[in-house]
């Protein structure tokens, strides 16, 4: 896997602050800590990280509060995924609306830090009543695959294994997803971590 220009900085010795920004996923993500800590032990002293997370929110929600959750901390990187919850059907976000949003984020971010390397993020899938209303979840991924490719950004493609776990050993896949939605460490450290890293050159 190439080198993201995270990595290559790392790997110069130049300090990196990056911002995790996202759903649940994120602010109660398990995956926020272990990245910290893998870069961290790989370049100590290096590596500050920012959980700017928020439950139950969406990519409006990421437009509305981009300024103070990731612009003011003025990062090197930021990971964002909101793909899971724009595909919620309470919250009405169609695919295009939801590629609009992530399209004004990047479009922001690009302006105000234009050294600010973006990593755009699929996420896991999910089964029961939280699959039920995200019926078209994968249509919102798949959105998240063509804009990384559009723009040439980094994707963490986290979709697929999870896919894959669910479709080959239900049983492990409820030990990493209890509640059908939210990965717990066990998860992250079985799929969401080493997929990061390993899609950012750093495994």
């Known amino acids: 896997m190439a080198k993201t220009t995270l990595v290559r900085r790392l790997e110069e010795g130049r300090a990196q602050r990056l911002v995790a920004y996202g759903t649940s996923l994120t ?8 990245v910290r800590a893998a ?10 990280v920012t959980n700017s997370g928020k439950g ?7 437009v509305e509060n981009l300024d103070e959750r990731v612009l003011t901390l003025r990062p090197d990187a930021v990971f964002i995924e909101f793909a899971i919850n724009d595909a919620y059907l309470p919250y009405k976000t169609s695919v295009a609306g939801a590629r609009a ?3 004004e984020m990047l479009r922001r971010i690009a302006a ?3 050294e600010c390397e973006v990593l755009l993020m ?13 019926p078209r979840l994968e249509e919102y991924y798949r959105m998240y695959g063509d804009t990384s490719s559009a723009r040439g ?3 963490v493609d986290l979709y697929p294994s999870w896919k894959a776990l669910l479709a080959s050993d239900r049983a492990a ?24 890293l390993e899609a950012i050159g750093a495994a």
């Not at 602010?27 to 272990?34: C, K, L, N, P």
């Open 39 to 48: 870069l961290a032990a790989r370049f100590p002293g290096q590596v500050a």
């Open 153 to 155: 950004l980094p994707l």
């Open 122 to 134: 699929t996420m896991n899938e999910c089964v029961g009543q939280h699959r039920e209303v995200r």
């Open 101 to 103: 949003n992530l399209e």
């Open 27 to 34: 602010a109660g993500g398990a995956w926020v800590e272990q």
């Open 112 to 114: 105000a830090l234009p």
């Open 56 to 62: 139950s929110m969406w990519s409006q929600w990421g």
């Open 173 to 196: 896949f409820d030990a990493c997803c209890p509640d059908g939605i939210h990965p717990n460490a066990l998860g992250a450290q079985r799929i969401i971590t080493p997929r990061i």
